[in-house]
């Protein structure tokens, strides 16, 4: 008898402790969902309120504003042109936001174009499962086709989809190239918006461009996107109308 009521005493003990791990480690899980939570409150609070001062800074830029691509190969200054609205504002507002902080340029072809502004890039740690190229803010622009702005050396351009998904040819919301080769990317005129130019800075796309890559086209050394910061008069007129440098912390 006594066995048997030591038994059942053992049994309920561990039963108990058992009960005891799995509610302490409910409890955990549920706060830790209730911090994840509370963090991306805060986070998303931060980032609408950086667009809401970017999006007034805008209203105040030139025409045609001019923008540092700051990369750890160099550094490209393009200048976004008046005919693409659009873009031009979408553009501006990621970079004076800090969106584009601490991205890579995730596909290189040498003797074509240089991609960049995926969000995935950001968390190098998840390049196996983020499949790079297919991030964005959420959103996508309508096509901005001006006969007079072609695939130049140089050219800024917006990355989207194919044709057979987006056959209204929309644009990525935060995606975007950089033409090396003018030849090889004639064919994509009319075809994706090409919304800037690069004013300093093409050696810097040649050398991005001859960077050695893996057969996705994916650089084998980071190629990463420091800061997007407005320059020369345009800086001048942000940094007047509230503009300051938002820094993003690299994971």
């Given at each position: 008898m006594r066995q048997i009521v030591f038994k059942a005493m053992t049994v309920a003990a561990a039963a108990f402790m058992v009960i005891s791990c799995e509610n302490a480690y409910k409890k955990a899980e549920k706060a830790a969902m209730a911090e994840k939570a509370r963090q991306d409150s805060?986070?998303?609070?931060?980032?609408?309120a950086k667009e809401k001062t970017a999006m007034e800074i805008i209203k105040f830029l030139p025409e045609e504003?001019?923008?540092?691509?700051?990369?750890?190969?160099g550094s490209i200054t393009v200048k976004l042109y008046s005919k693409t609205p659009k873009h031009r504002d979408n553009f501006a507002k990621l970079a004076l936001s800090g969106f584009y902080?601490?991205?890579?340029?995730h596909r290189v072809i040498n003797g074509f174009m240089i991609q960049g502004g995926d969000p995935y890039t950001r968390d190098t740690s998840r390049?196996?499962?983020?499949?790079?190229?297919?991030?964005?803010?959420?959103?996508?622009?309508?096509?901005?086709?001006?006969?007079?702005?072609?695939?130049k050396k140089g050219a800024l351009a917006a990355a989207r989809k194919g044709d057979v998904a987006n056959p209204m040819k929309e644009s990525s919301g935060s995606q975007f190239y950089l033409v090396q080769d003018a030849a090889a990317c004639a064919q994509l005129d009319g075809a994706y918006t090409v919304f800037g130019e690069t004013v300093k800075g093409l050696d810097i796309i040649d050398r991005i461009a001859q960077v050695a890559t893996d057969n996705r086209d994916?650089?084998?050394?980071?190629?990463?996107?420091?800061?997007?910061?407005?320059?020369?008069e345009t800086a001048e007129v942000a940094k007047a109308n509230g503009y300051v440098k938002h820094e993003i912390k690299v994971l």
């Open positions: 805060i986070a998303a609070a931060q980032k609408a504003p001019e923008f540092e691509i700051e990369t750890n190969l902080d601490d991205l890579l340029f390049a196996a499962v983020a499949k790079y190229g297919q991030g964005g803010p959420g959103y996508t622009i309508p096509a901005e086709f001006v006969s007079e702005y072609n695939h994916k650089p084998l050394m980071p190629v990463r996107i420091i800061a997007i910061r407005p320059v020369g």
